[in-house]
C-alpha cells in the first residue's frame, strides 16, 4: 500500500515545482529534503545580529519577467505583489588587479560584421565558444564573452552547448524585468513551500522498484508511493538510479559536475569605495563572478558573492582576493560566508543524451526533473518540471 500519489527527492526549485504542480492537482504529495531549508540553489544567506534585515545570495541571483513558468507559479501562490524590482547597475570586468568598463574592452571593428556573421548560423551542435566566437570574432570572445558568459553559469563556458544559453522566452512586461523579493530569491522557494509537504532532514539514500510503485529509504525509514519524482543535481540522480535503472543511470554519469567555491562578504558602505555595480566579471581570475547586492541597496550594507573557479585557491587565498578586489584590508574581512554550490557542465550533444533518457522514461510512473536538461537557468528547471508533471499525467495512476 503506497503512502504516497508522488514522492519527490529535492526541494529545490525543480522539486518545488513539480510539487506545486502535483498538489494542485490534489495529489498526496510529498518532497524528502536532506536539508533543514528549501531552495538549493535558492539560498539567500540572511545576516543576524547588527546585519539583522541583510542578506546575500549565494546561490542564483537574477529572475526575469521571462520566466513564465515561475510567474505562474508565484501568481498561484498569490505572491506577485510581492515582487521588487532590481536597481539597474552595470557589471564591469575585473582584470590583472584593475576594474574596466566592458565598452572599454571590445574591439568594434570586429564586431562590425557581427549581425552579417549571424545570417544562417545556427546554435544546435555548436558549443558557446564556436557560436558566439563565430559572431563576436575571436578578440571580442577571449576579451569579452567568455569571461561573461563563464560568470553567467559560473564554470567555463567554451564548451557548454550554446543552445542551453539564454533561451529565448516572452517577456511579461507587467513586471519588472528584473526582480527579486525581501529576504533575497530563497523566499521564492518558501513561497512555494508554503502549500506542499516538506520533509526536511531526510536524504535517500536508494530506491527501488515495487509492483504497485516506488519504495524509498532515508536514514528514518521507508516510504511508498505509486509514482517517484528525482529532482536532485544530476550526479545524485545517477548515485540513486544505478541500482534500479542502470541504464538511465549510465546516461546521467556522462553529465559532468562543476563545482563553485562561493563566498559571500558583507561590507559596511562607508568603508567601500567602488561605485555601485551589479557585479564584476573576473578575465584570468581564480573567480568566474563577484555578484554585488547593489541590485537591491541597503542603507548601511553592501555584500558581494564571489564565485570561485574549484581548488585554485585555499580559504587564506580567497580571503587575501576578495581584500584586493574591494581594496579592504584583510582584517576587515569578517561577516563572511561559504558555500560550494554545483552545476552541470553540459556538452554537445546533450539534446541526444536527453532523448534517450525521455525514451527510457516513457511508460514508467518514475519522473526527473533539474537543472540538467535543456539549460541550467531557474525557468530550465520549472519548464522540465512542467512537461515531465504533464508527461506523469499522461502515464495516469
Ligand atoms: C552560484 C549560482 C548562481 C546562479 N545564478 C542563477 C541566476 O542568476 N539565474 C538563474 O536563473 N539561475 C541561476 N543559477 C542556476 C539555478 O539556480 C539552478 O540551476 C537551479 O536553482 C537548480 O535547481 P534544482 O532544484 O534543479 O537543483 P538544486 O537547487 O541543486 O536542488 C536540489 C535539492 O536536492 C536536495 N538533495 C540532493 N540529494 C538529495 C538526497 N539524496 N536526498 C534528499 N535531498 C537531496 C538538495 O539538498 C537540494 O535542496 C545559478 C546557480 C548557481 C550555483
Partial sequence: MADYDLLIIGAGISGLSMAHYATRAGLNTLILEQERQVGGCLHSHRFGGELDGFWLELGAHSVFNSYGNLLAM????????????????????????????????????????????????????????????????????????????????????????????????PRRKDFPRS??????????????????LVQYGQTVRAIQQASDGFIIDTADGEYRAHALCLATPVADAARLLQGGFPELAAALAQIQTAMVESVGIAVPKTQLKLSPVAGLIGRNEAFYSAVSRDTVPDSAWRGFTFHFRPGVLDEAGKRACIAQVLGLPRQELTNIIIKTNQLPALRVGQGDLIGAVDRALAGTRLA??????????????????????????????
Fill in 74 to 169: 508565484l501568481e498561484a501562490a498569490r505572491a506577485l505583489d510581492r515582487l521588487r524590482p532590481r536597481a539597474k547597475v552595470g557589471f564591469r570586468l575585473y582584470t590583472a588587479g584593475a576594474i574596466r568598463s566592458i565598452p572599454s574592452q571590445l574591439h568594434f571593428s570586429e564586431l562590425l560584421l557581427a549581425p552579417f556573421r549571424l545570417l544562417g548560423l545556427k546554435k544546435t551542435g555548436r558549443s558557446v565558444a564556436d557560436y558566439f566566437g563565430r559572431i563576436v570574432g575571436p578578440h571580442n570572445y577571449a576579451t569579452v564573452l567568455e569571461p561573461a558568459f563563464n560568470a553567467v553559469i559560473c564554470q567555463p563556458a567554451g564548451e557548454f552547448p550554446a543552445e542551453c544559453l539564454f533561451n529565448a522566452r
Fill in 368 to 397: 526527473l526533473t533539474g537543472n540538467y536538461f535543456t539549460g541550467v537557468a531557474i525557468e530550465d528547471c520549472a519548464t522540465r518540471s512542467r512537461i515531465e508533471w504533464e508527461r506523469l499525467q499522461r502515464e495516469g495512476w
Fill in 179 to 196: 526582480f527579486t523579493l525581501a529576504g533575497g530569491l530563497q523566499t521564492i522557494a518558501e513561497v512555494l513551500a508554503n502549500d506542499l
